[in-house]
């Protein structure tokens, strides 16, 4: 089956600092990905959409120059959070979306990167 | 190797009937959570229901609960009296507690609900 890789699984950062998580369709061409953000046991929330080739479009909420969202191709995504601070802790997953955008599509998930700011 | 399977891409159910959609895992670790999301058209991905691997009682939350059969691998959801607004993507992932903190997502399951 299709698959989607994130990376780092896991970061340490300084606050203050900045870092970088990628998302990688590996065997499909993504035209579509989608950045979430999880809380415990809560729900995903949706940052951002990131259209390859295109600036992404950005949820209600979420600061677009906080969070920076490059889809440069078809198989790569990555969300920078930049100056990040203590409360960016969290859960950050991305998905993507396999297929036209239709009602039939299907979306597949990374296995998500846990950020902890120190 | 650690692995979600939903296999059923799409269900129909009628209104007010109860539906079932199927999940299995596969999983080495003795300590995993499962969760069940539903993502309606707009995209957002709704938490449903939680349940851990040591739990002794199936997890339920208003009309969803989850028919854990932890010998089988298996985290089904079931939802009673379907309503219309239930249609919508639902997917199960699990959570391995130890070793690494990787989300692991199924594919997802169409649900659509008819009049």
Redesign the interface.
């Known amino acids: 089956?299709a698959v989607v890789s994130q990376h780092p699984?896991?970061v340490i950062c300084k606050s203050g600092t900045s870092v970088k998580i990628e998302c990688r369709s590996l065997d499909f061409q993504a035209t579509t990905m989608?950045w979430?953000r999880q809380f415990p046991?809560?729900?995903?929330?949706?940052m951002a959409?990131s259209n390859e080739g295109s600036k992404a479009t950005y949820e209600q909420g979420v600061e677009k120059d906080k969070f920076l969202i490059n889809h440069a191709s078809l198989t790569l995504s990555t969300l920078t959070v930049t100056s990040a601070h203590p409360e960016d802790s969290s859960?950050y997953?991305c998905?993507a979306r396999k297929g036209p955008t239709t009602?039939g599509n299907?979306?597949?998930?990374g296995?998500?990167s846990?950020l902890t700011v120190v | 190797a650690q692995k979600i399977t939903q296999t059923q891409?799409g269900m129909f159910v009628q209104e007010k009937e109860a539906v079932t959609l199927d999940c299995t895992y596969d999983t080495s670790d003795p300590s995993y959570g499962l969760?069940w999301?539903k993502?309606p058209?707009?995209?957002?991905?709704?938490?449903l229901i939680?349940q851990g691997s040591y739990d002794q009682q199936n997890a339920t939350e208003g009309r969803y609960s989850l028919n854990f059969q932890k010998a089988r691998k298996s985290a089904n959801l079931v939802i009673s009296a379907s309503q219309l607004g239930d249609s919508a993507?639902y997917?199960c992932?699990m959570r391995p507690y130890t070793g690494?903190?990787?989300?692991?997502?199924g594919?997802?399951t169409?649900l659509f609900v008819k009049a």
């Open positions: 089956g699984s896991r989608f979430y046991k809560k729900s995903l929330m949706l959409t859960f997953i998905s009602a299907t979306i597949y998930f296995e998500g846990w | 891409p969760f999301y993502q058209s707009s995209g957002e991905m709704i938490f939680y993507m997917f992932a690494g903190f990787k989300t692991i997502f594919a997802g169409r």
